[in-house]
């Protein structure tokens, strides 16, 4: 599982980039998150900690969001 931040719904608040223990997110220009995939464990903290709902897990075929 990886975590994808969709930018859409991304406001670029930081909070998951303080959260992620593995330090996979990153600031874009322009005020939104990014996930390097290659350093994300799929932990899903980020996709707890964010309230605009934008992180979610992607792994195969399956795909969790908040719900
Ligand atoms: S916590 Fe959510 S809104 Fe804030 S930077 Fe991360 S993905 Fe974007
Ligand atoms: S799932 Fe975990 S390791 Fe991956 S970006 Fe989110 S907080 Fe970081």
Redesign the pocket.
């Known amino acids: 599982m ?2 994808f931040i969709n930018p859409e719904k991304c406001i670029g608040c930081g909070a ?1 980039i303080a ?4 330090q ?2 990153i600031m874009l220009p322009g005020w939104r998150s990014e ?1 390097q995939a290659v ?9 707890e900690i964010c309230h605009k709902k934008a ?1 979610v ?1 992607c792994g195969g075929e399956i795909m969790l969001d908040h719900g």
């Open positions: 990886k975590a998951c959260e992620c223990p593995a996979a997110i996930v350093k994300c464990s799929g932990c899903g903290h980020c996709v992180p897990l």
